[in-house]
């Protein structure tokens, strides 16, 4: 099946993804709009994949004050170039997470960055809830680790999606960072942020 300029066009616009690739996706797809997109996407998480280990020392600070003034967001977007940083599509990001983060009050932005303690004593309470079900010990092993794994999701930032599900389509905050890192082709990292509540 012939690729039009036009279904590229298309791609290129719905992706951010670059001419060859867009025409690679779509003759692999055999002309499959949603099968290319799906095809980038692996193409472009594996290049950010690559990309996270350059180091990310230029950046962006985006905020969010809530209407009523009772809720304030910081967060610190870093990337590799000042090019990057100076961008549009930084710079909304970063707005958008901290719009997010105001919403959905996470305490850690990776996984990595949650005590071990604090799991631990998190996944205790669990198997202990899961044993008064009185189902057997590998079930409630099992519930109790699914539970942790919702619990990871309250409280990580990166494995949450997005507040506004409309207008980001259900994705995670960690999916639209890899999407920005491939569109803008440098390793993007949400550095930390800072979440105000008056009276909190």
């Not at 594996?46 to 967060?75: C, F, M, N, W």
Request: with cysteine; charged share 35%; hydrophobic share 40%.
């Amino acid at each position: 099946m012939s690729v039009t300029a036009r279904d590229v066009k298309e791609l290129r616009d719905r992706t951010g993804a670059g001419m060859m690739d867009c025409k690679a996706a779509l003759e692999e797809a055999g002309g499959d709009l949603e099968k290319a997109i799906e095809i980038l996407r692996v193409r472009g998480q594996a290049k950010a994949a690559k990309r996270a280990e350059r180091e990310a020392a230029e950046g962006y600070i985006g905020s969010y004050v809530h209407a009523d003034g009772k809720i304030g967001v910081l967060v610190e977007v870093d990337c590799e170039t000042d090019f990057v940083a100076r961008s549009n599509e930084l710079r909304e990001f970063a707005q958008e997470v901290a719009l997010h983060i105001a919403w959905a009050a996470p305490r850690y932005v990776s996984e990595d960055e949650v005590p071990e303690s604090e799991r631990e004593a998190e996944l205790r309470v669990l198997r202990e809830q899961a044993a008064q079900d009185g189902k057997p010990p590998e079930v409630q092993e099992r519930i109790a680790q699914g539970r942790l794994a919702k619990w990871l999701d309250e409280v990580v930032l990166l494995r949450q999606e997005h507040a506004n599900r409309e207008k980001h389509g259900g994705k995670t905050i960690e999916e639209m960072r890899a999407e920005l890192s491939a569109k803008t082709g440098e390793n993007i990292v949400i550095r930390r942020f800072a979440r105000l509540a008056v009276g909190e």
